[in-house]
């Protein structure tokens, strides 16, 4: 008995050992999450092989761009086909899976979808996540498959083949009867892992912060200066807490990256709209340079966000000049994480910019005659009522940054 439960103790030991320093989350993944993180991962799902889709969401950034020479540069990541850059940078594919379909609100606004523009609606497959999942494989200026068949004919010779079917039955990987089906299989699947605790593990120096100020009955999302005395020793410092004061006060952040919780959850920090908040042209994106077939207006291509995706869309259509210049408000989950202090990220759907002192000095200085910010991209639509002249001291700004870097997960 006694020598059982020591070899059991040993082997607990070891299995925690490794849960824990695989710096991976504690939970296990289910079967259909294993094999999403599979195809995540996987770089022969790309034509030439080489890139999977974590080339442009590594957890190491928090599921964001990992290479710094983009990052530094046009935030905008190569394709597998080399010398083929798309537009935007890549959002975090972490804390997405909440995202409703694409719609309108009581108040008239768009909400929800995937991608920056929202084009990933999930009208096709009630899902916007696994929907968005099915662009990248196929898309020339990512990994390039030529057809759905391809794909999963690489899949089946891929070393988690057997799992697919375990997952989704017998002859559920198949090539040639339902290759539309077999397809939309991979995507629910990578959406599974997407959605996965070792994805979003709110594993947070906030999420302990707001569990703890929950438990207490305070609520995180009407903190301002007169209750901040409240939330003393629940693991942020009086700085950070300052920060998350100023963050839903004074610089009016939490009104797009709101506080409130969803589904008994800490926040994701979006509201899942769009806003067009002015941010200027980034000269180095690579796609003013790419050729005629992928940008036939060259240098003079305008970013025209949701707008842009409404116009193609029967009945969106009366929507498009509203929305002209809006992009999705991004969670700000692991905004701050990167291998090395000195790792450089790239911030806002074109990366034009390069910090989070940068990203607050914006907001707080944008309509500021003497910060000399270029003109927007877009012009139309500007959001002036939350940003553009908050008034903040540049202590205040340096506060919300360390806030903002209390949303790192530990992985
Ligand atoms: C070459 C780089 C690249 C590759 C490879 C890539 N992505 Fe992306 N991803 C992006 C970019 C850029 C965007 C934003 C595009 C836009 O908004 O138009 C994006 C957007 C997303 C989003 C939307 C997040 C949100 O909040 O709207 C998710 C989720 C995502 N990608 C997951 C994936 C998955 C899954 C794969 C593999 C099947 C993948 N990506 C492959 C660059 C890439
Ligand atoms: C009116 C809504 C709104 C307000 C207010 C707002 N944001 Fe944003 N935020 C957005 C939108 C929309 C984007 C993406 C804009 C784009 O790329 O064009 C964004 C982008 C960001 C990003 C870049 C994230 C990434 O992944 O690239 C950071 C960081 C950020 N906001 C922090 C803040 C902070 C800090 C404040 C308060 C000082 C704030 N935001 C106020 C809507 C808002």
């Given amino acids: 008995m006694k020598k059982h439960l020591i070899a059991g103790s040993v082997i607990l030991a070891i299995a925690v050992f490794f849960v824990f320093s695989s710096g991976k989350a504690a939970a ?6 294993d094999l999403g993180k599979k195809l995540f991962f996987d770089k022969a799902l790309s034509s030439p092989a080489g890139q999977e889709c974590a080339a442009c969401h590594g957890p190491s950034v928090g599921f964001t761009g990992p290479a710094e020479r983009f990052n530094k540069v046009g935030g905008v990541y190569e394709g597998a086909f080399k010398g083929r850059f798309g537009n935007r940078k890549p959002p975090a594919a972490s804390y ?12 008239g606004n768009f909400v929800g979808g995937m991608f920056w523009d929202g084009r990933a609606t999930g009208d096709v497959l009630g899902d916007p996540l696994a929907e968005q999942a099915m662009g990248p494989f196929m898309n020339p200026l990512e990994q390039n498959m030529p057809d759905k068949k391809s794909i ?22 198949d090539a040639v009867k339902n290759v539309d089906k077999t397809y939309e299989l991979i995507a629910r699947s990578i959406a599974a892992y997407e959605r996965s605790a070792e994805v979003n593990p709110f594993s947070s120096k906030f999420d302990a912060f707001w569990r703890a100020a929950t438990a207490k009955g305070l609520k995180v999302e009407t903190i301002d200066a007169d209750s901040a005395k409240n939330f003393k020793n629940l693991g942020l410092t009086e700085r950070e807490i300052n920060g998350l004061v100023l963050f839903n006060t004074k610089g009016m952040c939490a009104v797009c990256h709101v506080l409130t919780s969803v589904n008994g959850r800490p926040p994701v920090f979006t509201d899942y709209a769009y806003d067009n908040i002015g941010v200027p042209k980034n000269p180095d994106n690579p796609f003013y340079g790419q050729a005629k077939n992928f940008n ?24 498009a000049a509203a929305n002209m210049g809006k992009h999705k408000v991004p969670t700000l989950r692991n905004v ?7 790792f450089v990220k790239a911030f806002m759907h074109n990366g034009a910019l390069k910090s989070l002192k940068d990203v607050v000095r914006f ?32 202590d205040e700004e340096n506060a919300i940054v360390d806030f903002m870097k209390t949303l790192t997960d530990k992985r």
């Fill in 96 to 107: 997405a899976g909440d995202s409703p379909k694409l719609h309108l609100d009581k108040e």
């Fill in 363 to 394: 907001y707080n200085t944008r309509d500021k005659g003497e910060a000399k910010w270029p003109a927007p991209e877009v012009k139309a639509n500007l959001n002036t009522q939350e940003s553009g002249n908050l008034g903040l001291t540049n």
């Fill in 296 to 319: 036939p207006e060259g240098k003079a291509w305008v970013d025209k966000g949701l707008g842009g995706f409404l116009q193609t869309v029967d009945k969106y259509k009366s929507y």
């Fill in 28 to 33: 296990p993944l289910s079967p259909i999450e």
């Fill in 152 to 173: 999963i004919l690489a899949v089946q010779k891929s070393t988690y083949a057997r799992l697919f079917e375990e997952v989704w039955g017998k002859g559920s990987l």
């Fill in 336 to 342: 701050d994480e990167r291998p090395t202090p000195v």
